[in-house]
């Protein structure tokens, strides 16, 4: 079972400071997410990253997937505090329809 | 259209009791998984239904935990003889087929007292 790191743990900062949140592991993936959970809500997936070195862009966050496939980080741009939330990374390993998640970044972001 | 809806929302037990949990999938969707949730342990995969494919159960913890999903569509997640170290949140998703993107209900609160 491959194991996800992330960091920080958690995270408070003032609105309009940039962040980056960090997924590691010692694992090759063939997909990654990441996902936003807020209070009393379920995980909402933001981005799907499968190539090595790929980054995606959603509005004020990038993604990007390590060139070895084993690492991705998450930046916020002049965060809000609608950012605020739990993030989650997510692998998957060839073959298998099933997820593994870290344990998340909680991030609080203050007006 | 309705997204992934799970019942009850809270729910309180005493220890050694049984309790059941609901997942209503979006409707369509052939694959369906349970995770759990507990404070400062991120998701943890429990059990995953593919159409009429046997169940991967892999993941849940012991022989208290079981599921069934009936007529591909409505899963029901039972714990018997529950303890206190199954206090947590229990979140089912669904997707279109495997490998595709999950959608999560907002999950179950489980307290065992």
């Known amino acids: 079972t491959q194991l996800l790191e992330q960091s920080p743990q958690f995270l408070s900062i003032q609105e309009g400071e940039n962040l980056t949140v960090y997924c590691n592991s010692s694992?090759?993936?063939?997909?990654l997410q990441w996902y936003r959970q807020e209070p009393g809500e379920g995980p909402v997936l933001l981005v799907t990253?499968?190539?090595?070195?790929e980054v995606k862009k959603l509005k004020r966050l990038t993604f990007q997937f390590g060139d070895a496939r084993k690492d991705s980080s998450l930046h916020i741009t002049a965060a809000q505090p609608g950012d605020t939330g739990l993030y989650l990374c997510?692998?998957?390993?060839?073959?298998?329809?099933?997820?593994?998640f870290g344990k998340g970044t909680m991030l609080l972001v203050s007006p | 259209g309705a997204g992934v809806s799970q019942s009850p929302s809270n729910k309180v037990t005493e220890k050694g009791k049984d309790v059941e949990l609901r997942c209503d999938p979006i409707?369509?969707?052939?694959?369906l998984y349970w995770y759990r949730q507990s404070l400062g342990q991120g998701l943890e995969f429990l059990i995953y239904?593919?159409?009429?494919?046997?169940?991967?159960k892999s993941g849940l913890p012991s022989d208290r935990f079981s599921a069934e999903r009936t007529g591909g569509s409505v899963s029901t997640l039972t714990i018997q003889r529950t303890q206190q170290e199954d206090s947590a949140v229990y979140l089912c998703?669904?997707?279109?087929?495997?490998?595709?993107?999950?959608?999560f209900g907002p999950g179950t609160r489980l307290t065992v007292t």
């Open positions: 998703a669904s997707s279109l087929v495997r490998d595709r993107e999950q959608y």
């Open positions: 694992s090759v993936f063939s997909s």
């Open positions: 990253v499968v190539t090595g070195g």
């Open positions: 997510a692998a998957r390993n060839s073959g298998y329809s099933t997820l593994t």
């Open positions: 409707s369509g969707h052939t694959a």
């Open positions: 239904f593919q159409g009429n494919s046997a169940p991967d």
